[in-house]
């Protein structure tokens, strides 16, 4: 198995060094301000021309549907005392999900701007980094530091609904201090996941 993912790591890299650079035709570029109080954001999403999601520490979720005119603010509590730091953010399509840092992680569904906790884990070594979703909008994954010898890898396959961790004996192996892919380059790690999936729930069983 770690034979396998080595040489899929080596694949990948030379994937994205023989990438061709594409420059984009931009003719003009507009900059507006808008001022966030009481929270540092750690993740965007761009929907379209004039929709825009946040989220960020302090628990907060902010979202615009008029091009940053007005926003709608959702401060999230769990069980009323902790307030999560937010740093990846994901949509399906129709809703979105947020994802937090540290202990206890924590994934929220957020719906017309109500929140629900989808999934929760509780460990000394638990950090959740990035959530994607996949192109059909059912697929998707989130990755984070090993709290045992693998990668901490949830998967749904449900838009979200759902989320699963996927067991170290589906996982290659990975030492003490190690931290998966995390610090390797995003375009790495957005590659990465097609591959890693597959093979991480070949022949797996929830």
Not at 19 to 42: C, F, G, L, V, W
Not at 126 to 155: M, Q, R, W
Request: include cysteine; glycine fraction near 6%.
């Amino acid at each position: 198995m770690r034979r396998i993912f080595g040489i899929i790591l080596i694949f990948l890299f030379l994937i994205s060094c023989k990438q061709e650079y594409q420059p984009r035709n931009i003719s003009t570029i507009s900059i507006e301000t808008y001022k966030i109080d009481a929270t540092s954001i750690r993740a965007i999403q761009v929907i379209d021309s004039t929709t825009v999601v946040y989220a960020g520490s302090n628990g907060t979720i902010g979202t615009t549907v008029d091009n940053g005119k007005t926003w709608s603010i959702l401060n999230i509590k769990y069980k009323d005392s902790i307030i999560p730091n937010f740093r990846s953010l994901a949509f399906n399509g129709s809703d979105y999900f947020a994802l937090s840092i540290a202990n206890p992680a924590l994934l929220y569904k957020i719906s017309d701007m109500e929140a629900t906790l989808q999934y929760t884990e509780e460990d000394a070594k638990v950090f959740y980094d990035a959530i994607a979703f996949f192109d059909d909008n059912k697929h998707g994954i989130a990755v984070g530091d090993p709290t045992e010898n693998c990668a901490s890898i949830l998967i749904t396959d449900d838009g979200g609904e759902n989320w699963h961790k996927i067991p170290c004996e589906n996982l290659p192996e990975i030492a003490e201090g190690e931290a998966f892919l995390l610090q390797v380059t995003p375009i790495l790690k957005q590659l990465a996941v097609p591959f890693i999936l597959p093979l991480a729930v070949k022949n797996l069983e929830f």
